[in-house]
């Protein structure tokens, strides 16, 4: 068994592929790259196959029709067999040092008294033409080089999110909690996260710089004209974390409350994204997004729409919805986001 299954979703990506696929390389016989060709079109399926042909005990080459990124993470966790599991997408990479560092501390994990479910570490926002790297830490909000439970946890303060970047998990974990992302949908990646949350009991976070987020791309599905294209895909998954879970059940007290801010965080960037596009029939699916949220859970609906997020959001009037993308713009450079 290896100990670090990491999957690399690929779609025509040619041009940038391998950069990620060498910085993974020199984790050497710990790990195994798994390289989902989603039936790309271009160079993607020979390079993936010419590097597995040159690393066979390292990497394989996984090719099959196109589903989107959720299938590919889908098929990535169908083959893994390593202990734990990361997703790196193809134009991301990672910070050689924290990537030694977390394989070592995986390892004495691996062959201690107590599994962990999600070793979390940071991640740096690669945004182009920025001059100063946004870093996503969790110093302020989780114990650092040790075992620790929700319980241990701090207040995660807004724009303080787990995400897809920060995490590997656990991979029988996942097939555990019965995770199948949807196919042929951007932004799986919050699903990904949010659903194995209630399964995982044990975990540990290491301050290290390792995974390295590029965002500059005109075509990268956090691009907002994109998502804008794309907002029905952004909905589809905001009502699947609606429905995943009867939040009020989640009986840790502070994993329900880290769990309802990140259902309103992504619930803020559905409403946020239906108001910038400006047009009517994109309003009236904000209005029936809350509506659906409404009659899933009366009770999560007047939670999400008492907070602040959730008030500003649904402000009445063109007044209003330019005080909601005003309160976004701020969000922006105060998170760091594209």
């Known amino acids: 068994m290896k100990l670090l299954s990491i999957a690399i979703p690929c779609y025509n990506s040619e041009d940038y592929m391998e950069n990620c696929i060498k910085s993974l390389l020199p984790g050497g016989e710990d790990v195994e790259i798994l390289i989902v060709d989603d039936g790309s079109k271009d160079m993607t399926p020979d390079i993936a196959d010419a590097y597995e042909k040159k690393y066979p005990t390292i990497i394989r080459a996984i090719h099959q029709e196109n589903g989107g990124h959720g299938a590919a993470v889908n098929a990535g966790i169908k083959n893994a067999t ?3 599991f990361k997703v790196v997408d193809s134009d991301d ?8 560092a977390i394989l070592a501390k995986l390892k004495e994990l691996a062959g201690g008294s107590q599994t962990i479910d999600m070793m979390i570490s940071n991640f740096v926002y690669e945004k182009e033409g920025a001059k100063h790297k946004k870093v996503m830490r969790y110093t302020s909000v989780l114990p650092q080089n040790e075992i620790f439970h ?20 656990r991979t029988q974990l996942l097939r555990d909690c019965g995770l199948e992302l949807p196919r042929h949908t951007f ?5 990904f996260v949010y659903q194995p949350l209630p399964y995982v009991k044990n ?8 995974y390295r987020y590029f965002i500059g791309r005109d075509d990268q599905s956090v691009n907002e004209k994109v998502m804008i294209s794309r ?3 952004q909905i589809k998954v905001n009502k699947i974390m609606v429905d995943a879970y009867d939040l009020w059940k989640v009986q840790n007290r502070k994993l329900r409350k880290y769990m309802f801010n990140y259902l309103e965080i992504i619930t803020v960037i559905s409403t946020v994204m239906l108001i910038r596009s400006g047009t009517e029939e994109n309003l009236e699916k904000k209005r ?16 999400l729409r008492s907070g602040i997020m959730g008030n500003t959001m649904n402000l009445p009037g063109k007044s209003g919805r330019k005080i909601s993308i005003a309160a976004y713009k701020i969000s922006q450079k105060v998170v760091g986001f594209n």
């Open 150 to 169: 929700w319980d241990d946890t701090r207040h995660f303060r807004k724009g303080q999110y787990i995400l897809m970047h920060s995490v590997i998990y």
């Open 187 to 191: 932004y799986v990646d919050n699903i």
């Open 288 to 303: 029936e997004l809350w509506r659906y949220i409404k009659q899933q859970d009366i009770r999560l609906f007047h939670h």
């Open 203 to 210: 975990m540990y976070y290491m301050d290290v710089d390792f």
């Open 82 to 84: 390593g202990l734990f």
């Open 231 to 233: 907002i029905d895909q």
């Open 93 to 100: 990479w990672v910070d050689l040092e924290s990537y030694q």
